[in-house]
């Protein structure tokens, strides 16, 4: 098993370019995360999916949108890059509901806006 | 509101001496707690869960209802632990996940 993973490992962006992150997990966990990690704020919610159909906002979804295309992917799109946007991202995935259990994180995209 | 709290961002120690990275949180209800690691430019990985009550690494963590504190604890610290180490909260409701704002850790030779 793969677990979980994203593409690309790194990207640069001029300000006002588009890019979608892609995640892909293989364990058939219902629930998928996108994560931003910048020095001493730690990890920060931007969106995650309960289910297959459902997405809803986490604590810093401005400037993003993401879509549940199936039960495997959850991507994350920039739709006008910003350079507060610089930051690694990552995706997570978990099963949740038949007992809570931790999440699985992905090798993250190192991601730079200019 | 926090609902996961790590006091240090910065922790030193020498190689050999214990280490104790704080954790407390604020939840009402029976969260899950769990502590992550992150080496250099690598994923998060699971290091531990309270529910299994196990060592990993020489690591381990009590969760202390009470004090609504989750710290990890190692009795001797050697140079592979130092990382990133971030506690973590699951709550009882809803899919909830919460991260504190991670513990660097560096241990000196």
């Known amino acids: 098993n793969a677990g979980v993973t994203q593409t690309p490992k790194f990207q640069v962006l001029k300000t006002g370019q588009s890019m979608t992150l892609q995640c892909a997990q293989d364990?058939?966990?219902?629930?998928m995360y996108w994560y931003r990690q910048d020095p001493g704020m730690g990890l920060r919610l931007i969106y995650y999916?309960?289910?297959?159909?459902?997405?809803d906002k986490g604590e810093v979804p401005n400037g993003y949108n993401v879509s549940r295309l199936n039960k495997r992917e959850f991507s994350l799109r920039l739709e006008s890059a910003a350079p507060s946007q610089t930051s690694v991202y990552f995706c997570?995935?978990?099963?949740?509901?038949?007992?809570?259990?931790?999440?699985?994180f992905g090798p993250g995209t190192r991601l730079t806006v200019l | 509101a926090q609902r996961v709290t790590q006091p240090e961002k910065l922790l030193s120690v020498f190689k050999g001496a214990p280490v104790e990275l704080k954790c407390n949180y604020s939840?009402?209800?029976?969260?899950?707690l769990f502590w992550y690691v992150q080496y250099s430019r690598q994923r998060l990985q699971l290091l531990l869960r309270?529910?299994s009550r196990e060592s990993i690494k020489g690591f381990t963590a009590d969760l202390n209802k009470g004090e609504t504190s989750f710290h990890l604890k190692k009795p001797f610290a050697q140079e592979e632990d130092s990382a990133m180490y971030y506690c973590?909260?699951?709550?009882?409701?809803?899919?909830?996940?919460?991260f504190g704002t991670g513990t660097s850790l560096t241990v000196i030779p």
């Open positions: 997570a995935s978990r099963q949740y509901g038949t007992g809570r259990s931790e999440q699985f």
């Open positions: 364990m058939n966990h219902n629930s």
């Open positions: 999916s309960a289910s297959e159909g459902t997405t």
């Open positions: 939840y009402s209800g029976s969260p899950e």
């Open positions: 309270h529910i």
């Open positions: 973590a909260l699951s709550g009882n409701t809803g899919n909830q996940f919460y």
